[in-house]
């Protein structure tokens, strides 16, 4: 079994800053890619950022220079720093990883969920 679990969100005012953090733990014998999504009211889930086992990272141009995807391997925990937050950044955020177990299945894992929300 793995749990990926999410803590960090809250309410915000535009400018601030929030960190998202995500922790994975269960039977993992290694993690690769995880990455954050975001999906706001009426809208799809969307990528936010990527960051690969050798920390290679991407975003989503809407927060690139102010969003930040880090993980710690030894501690298997995503986390994503936000700051000069706008409104348009409310939304409810998921981490997801991609997660081989010690059962030799690797498929996608994802976390309850956290909401964001940027008051103007």
């Known amino acids: 079994q793995v749990q990926l679990v999410e803590s960090g969100g809250g309410l915000v005012q535009a400018g601030g800053s929030l960190r998202l953090s995500c922790a994975a733990s269960?039977?993992?014998?290694?993690?690769?890619?995880m990455g954050w999504y975001r999906q706001a009211p009426g809208k799809q889930r969307e990528l936010v950022a990527t960051i690969t086992v050798g920390g290679s990272t991407k975003y989503t141009d809407s927060v690139k220079g102010r969003f930040t995807v880090s993980r710690d391997n030894a501690k298997n925990t995503l986390y994503l720093q936000m700051n000069n937050l706008k409104p348009e950044d409310t939304a409810v955020y998921y981490c997801?990883?991609?997660?081989?177990?010690?059962?030799?299945?690797?498929?996608?894992?994802w976390g309850q969920g956290s909401q964001v929300t940027v008051s103007s």
């Open positions: 269960g039977r993992i014998l290694s993690i690769n890619a």
């Open positions: 997801n990883a991609d997660i081989l177990t010690y059962s030799g299945l690797r498929q996608g894992y």
